[in-house]
């Protein structure tokens, strides 16, 4: 079993800045791509930034310029760095990752989510 475990969130005023972080334990063969999810309240949960294992970044618009998604493979580790942080970032942020997993010779795919993390910008 694979588990995926965030830390960083909190409260911090607008223009401030906070730095995510989300480690894989488990029995993980290799991560592959990795993605920050975020759930404004009252809202559906959207994706905003994705880095797969070679390191290649997408940005939603709304984050694009202000956030940096990265990882540190050797630490099974996804980073979001975020800057210029407005209110309207007010959500619960996730990480996600399909990892490999090896199981008896076998090498299976699963996808795999945190249990999220509070970020809330105050005006």
């Known amino acids: 079993q694979v588990q995926l475990v965030e830390s960083g969130g909190g409260l911090v005023q607008t223009g401030g800045s906070l730095r995510l972080s989300c480690v894989a334990s488990g029995r ?7 993605a920050w999810y975020l759930r404004p309240p009252g809202k559906q949960r959207e994706l905003i930034a994705t880095i797969s294992s070679s390191g290649n970044t997408t940005y ?32 619960v942020y996730y990480c996600n990752a399909r990892i490999t997993e090896n199981s008896r010779g076998y090498y299976y795919i699963n996808e795999y989510w945190g249990q999220g993390t509070q970020v809330t910008v105050t005006s």
Do not use: C, H, W
């Open 28 to 34: 993980i063969f290799s991560i592959n791509n990795m």
């Open 60 to 91: 939603t618009e709304p984050v694009k310029g202000r956030f940096t998604i990265s990882r540190d493979n050797a630490k099974n580790t996804v980073y979001l760095q975020m800057n210029s942080l407005k209110p309207e970032d007010t959500a």
